[in-house]
């Protein structure tokens, strides 16, 4: 079965400071990875992706993601926070060989202090 | 390209009525996904249809729970009769051949 960790609920930066989210994923098989944010009162959009190409997966908004596999890993990072960042992220795991069915981890709130 | 359309956005109502949440994947795709967000359990996949076939319904927390694909551009989800416990955000989604999970804007359900 798969399954997603994302460490820490609450993380908490400056403005133009370094963004970085952790997710660890567990799965049998080659796994695609997914990250979402969410801003209040809206809907899921996605982020980036990773689909076993580039192990360094670029998204939208100067994020990207890197895919660890001895670490399990799938950690989200930014260089330099911008207040328009901030928003629940969250890390999602699909097994197998289509991009069907999602496990979400249980999400990071990201606070851009000014 | 609209997107996913939901609605309500917000629905109120009390214990015991029943509650239809509908749902307008993106044309073209042909999976739908229903969800639950919840604080405490955070997002739940309810139940799952390709090609208006369910496929995986084993989030489904109760017979009170029950979900349909009619044709490829609209779904529902009812819940009969509802709960305080069933208030949530339940978020709608569609998938295309190799693309990733659109989700709509969901709705907020408060059962008093």
């Known amino acids: 079965a798969q399954s997603v960790t994302q460490l820490g609920s609450h993380v908490s930066v400056s403005e133009g400071a370094l963004v970085l989210l952790r997710c660890n994923y567990s799965?049998?098989?080659?796994?695609?990875l997914f990250w979402y944010v969410q801003y209040p009162n809206q809907g899921l959009q996605l982020l980036l992706k990773y689909t076993s190409a580039a192990t360094l997966v670029k998204g939208i908004n100067g994020f990207e993601a890197e895919f660890k596999k001895s670490e399990t890993s799938f950690h989200l990072t930014k260089p330099s926070a911008h207040m328009s960042d901030a928003a629940e992220y969250f890390c999602?795991?699909?097994?197998?060989?289509?991009?069907?069915?999602?496990?979400f981890g249980q999400g990071t709130i990201l606070t851009v202090h000014p | 390209d609209a997107g996913v359309i939901q609605s309500p956005r917000h629905e109120v109502t009390e214990m015991g009525q029943e509650v239809t949440l509908r749902c307008k994947p993106i044309?073209?795709?042909?999976?739908l996904f229903w969800y639950r967000q919840t604080m405490m359990r955070g997002l739940e996949l309810l139940i799952y249809?390709?090609?208006?076939?369910?496929?995986?319904d084993s989030g489904m927390p109760e017979d009170r729970f029950s979900a349909k694909m009619p044709n490829a551009s609209f779904s529902t989800l009812k819940i009969q009769p509802s709960e305080p416990r069933d208030s949530a955000v339940y978020f709608c989604?569609?998938?295309?051949?190799?693309?990733?999970?659109?989700f709509g804007d969901g709705t907020r359900l408060s059962i008093l």
């Open positions: 799965s049998s098989v080659p796994p695609y």
């Open positions: 249809f390709n090609n208006n076939v369910p496929i995986d």
């Open positions: 989604a569609s998938l295309g051949f190799g693309q990733p999970q659109h």
């Open positions: 044309s073209g795709h042909d999976y």
């Open positions: 999602a795991v699909s097994e197998g060989t289509s991009y069907g069915k999602l496990t």
